[in-house]
């Protein structure tokens, strides 16, 4: 069927098609020097309209381009538009038969990645939209016309709402589930721990994200977490005793998760194990003999003196080397030292043996060789690190010497030997479930572990729950980033966070965390308190009232109370302390360092030495080059690790802090506090 312009029409109308063509599904539209082929799958509307004196077709297409037909006869114009019409909407009506099934296909398939009766992973729903894309690419009508047709319509907006909002809808449909489950088990979660977990601690423990960073803020109930999230997994048939894998960074954390889990759990096929024992497992399970452990790694004294007389051995007998030893111990450390034999000072000699027992340790957490420590290493210290290594070389290889001499490994060795099984797949994991407590102190070394275990199982999950606000282990290997930035190194997943601690008051709350968060590349969480507490238990004081702080303390703590001093440093035990016994024989003190004050709280936290200097608080950058080379990068935010242990010092207490600081020459955290509205007090 064909429809033309009438001469007349062509002549006046001036336009560059005048006659069409019905073809088979679809159009041509033509005139002397033009052509254009409209298929019906193009086509969005097609307008029959009357001029003056003729007919126009006016043909709107998917891309919104307009085609119009000038000058015909206007009866002719109307029947061929209704025959042509008729041909369109029967062509249609197939095609959204087609579009129907397309459609409903992919909300199928969709329905298929989405189990009700479990949680939605955003790994369940990875190349969705791309999917999608690529059905709406394949289907037989514009998109822009599936509103029109009756079978298509809510298809299509079913559709689009999972392309156009995934994780909402992931979202949605988690919050439904977890809901579900709160209401289900809540007898488990009122039971589980000798107190109900809370509603932030339940939903930590549902989450079905492959990769799970928790992040449990100081009293928060970590601990509770992962005996709840162990047991959920029982409890729920998502796992086995012998596919839960439960990792702490000490035994004595270890032992203690062991206890509470065989009280709760009241089962001992989960045992929690430090990084050491499972990686000593994966290589005895791997075939080999079981390594023995270096008695050098439980005997600092004999660890230093192994290499502190192999260092005086090589400053001894190479000129050269000695020569490199004292510019070293000059020019970065600052050490004075005398003019001949310097290795045999016994003032040089009690400093040399930690700082080498610290190197060498680095060295072999490292575990590269020489030249990929060197290439490693920060290009502006690159030249100067690599002479510092070749000097280390005697050490280390006298430390492979006695390791070899007994037979034995080395932790870092123990690591890196579990991996290389791992890797050559002598051992196949059976854990399902890894989780992993305080994951804030993890090392590169240790989260190359866990990756190596979840390469045999891609659907192996990881519970980490840790703080990120009290990452005070950098010194020893730990890298915050692996927390800051879980799933960069870990995958896809989620973060929750504890929103309530159970240990201090509000007001302790506010200075600690309006503290921490000073540094904005802390990761920003809510941390409530419930009980609201006294509005000074933050109170700034000079050091000198030591003594006075004790006597009013010896007046109204109970015995039952603990009162933790707490130092920077050992050596900053107070010589108050000494007379404690007979002055305030009923006072329950405690004196340590704040780095072991780490999983500690006492009623009553007193921090000393809030004073500026060398051994000040916060305490000077100090770190040698091969610290710099060797230890992940510091962040950029002054004294960020010093905040957290001051942080840390902070959340110990359930009552009341008192932070004592030199009046001639305060810590720059005294300004810090006071800008918090930290009172400082002239008297007890």
């Known amino acids: 069927m064909e429809l033309k312009a009438t001469s007349l029409g062509k002549r006046l109308a001036q336009h560059p098609y005048d006659r069409i063509v ?95 009766a479990a ?60 809901q579900k489950m709160l209401t289900e088990y809540a007898d488990f979660f009122r039971d589980i721990e000798s107190s109900p977990l809370n509603p932030a601690q339940a939903r930590a423990v549902v989450n079905g994200e492959h990769s799970l960073l928790v992040l449990a803020g100081a009293g928060s109930g970590k601990t509770s ?206 854990w ?34 840790g703080d990120d606000w009290q990452a005070i282990y950098r010194f020893s290997g730990a890298q915050l980033s692996l927390t800051t930035a879980f799933h960069d190194y870990f995958g896809e997943g989620d973060v929750c966070a504890l929103d309530t601690t159970y240990r201090f008051t509000t007001r302790i709350g506010e200075v600690a965390n309006g503290f921490i968060q000073q540094n904005p590349h802390q990761l920003s969480k809510p941390l409530n308190s419930l009980a609201a507490g006294d509005k000074n238990a933050v109170t700034l004081l000079a050091d000198d009232q030591l003594d006075a702080l004790l006597d009013k303390l010896s007046g109204y703590a109970t015995p039952d109370d603990r009162i933790l001093v707490l130092a920077r440093y050992h050596h900053g035990k107070p010589a108050s302390l000494e007379k404690a016994s007979t002055r305030w024989p009923k006072l329950q003190l405690d004196f340590m360092t704040i780095h072991a004050s780490k999983g500690q709280q006492a009623e009553y936290v007193i921090v000393l030495g809030l004073h500026e200097g060398q051994d000040g608080f916060p305490a000077p950058a100090r770190e040698s080059l091969m610290e710099q080379a060797l230890l992940p990068m510091p962040e950029d935010f002054p004294d960020a690790e010093e905040r957290r242990l001051f942080y840390v010092a902070l959340t110990r207490a359930k009552k009341r802090v008192w932070v004592l600081f030199n009046k001639e020459n305060p810590s720059r955290f005294v300004d810090c506090l006071k800008k918090l509205n930290v009172q400082v007090a002239r008297k007890p």
């Open 22 to 116: 019905l073809l088979n599904a679809g159009v041509k539209v033509s005139g002397d020097k033009h052509e254009y082929l409209i298929p019906f799958n193009q086509l969005l509307t097609i307008e029959c309209k009357r001029g003056l004196v003729w007919g126009e077709l006016e043909f709107i297409l998917a891309d919104n381009k307009v085609v119009r037909l000038h000058g015909t006869e206007w009866g002719e114009t109307q029947r061929f538009f209704q025959h042509l019409n008729e041909r369109w909407q029967r062509w249609s009506e197939e095609m959204s038969e087609v579009a129907a099934g397309v459609l409903s296909a992919q909300l199928d398939a969709i329905a298929g990645r989405v189990n009700h």
């Open 119 to 178: 949680w939605l992973t955003r790994a369940q729903l990875s190349g969705l939209k791309q999917q999608l894309n690529t059905a709406f690419d394949a289907l037989p009508v514009p998109l822009r016309r599936l509103e029109t047709f009756d079978n298509c319509r809510e298809l299509w907006r079913q559709c689009q709402l999972w392309l156009q909002d995934t994780e909402g809808r992931r979202a949605e449909h988690n919050q439904a589930w977890t």
């Open 225 to 430: 977490v992962l005996v709840a999230r162990a047991g959920w997994l029982l409890a729920r048939g998502e796992a086995s005793e012998e596919q839960i894998l439960l990792l702490a960074f000490g035994r004595k954390a270890a032992h203690e998760m062991d206890e509470r889990i065989r009280e709760r759990l009241h089962t001992d096929a989960i045992s929690a194990r430090t990084f050491h024992a499972l990686a000593l497992n994966i290589i005895q399970q791997g075939g080999k003999k079981a390594p023995a452990i270096s008695e050098l790694e439980n005997d600092t004294a004999a660890r230093q003196s192994l290499l502190t007389q192999t260092w005086q051995q090589q400053c001894a007998e190479k000129k050269s080397q000695a020569n490199g030893w004292r510019q070293w111990l000059n020019d970065e450390l600052d050490w004075t030292l005398p003019e001949e034999d310097f290795w045999n000072d016994k003032k040089v000699l009690q400093r040399i043996g930690v700082r080498l027992d610290r190197w060498i340790s680095l060295i072999r957490m490292h575990g590269g060789s020489q030249a990929e420590m060197i290439e490693g290493a920060p290009e502006e210290i690159r030249a100067l690190f690599s002479k510092r290594i070749k000097l280390m070389s005697p050490l280390l290889k006298a430390w492979k010497a006695a390791l070899k001499a007994e037979n034995a490994v080395d932790f870092s060795g123990l690591i890196h030997q579990a991996i290389a099984v791992l890797e050559k797949g002598r051992f196949v994991s059976p």
């Open 432 to 465: 399902k479930h890894i989780l992993v407590d305080e994951f804030q102190d993890i090392s590169p070394q240790r989260a190359a572990l866990l990756a190596a275990l979840r390469r045999q199982n891609s659907e192996t999950t990881l519970f980490a729950v």
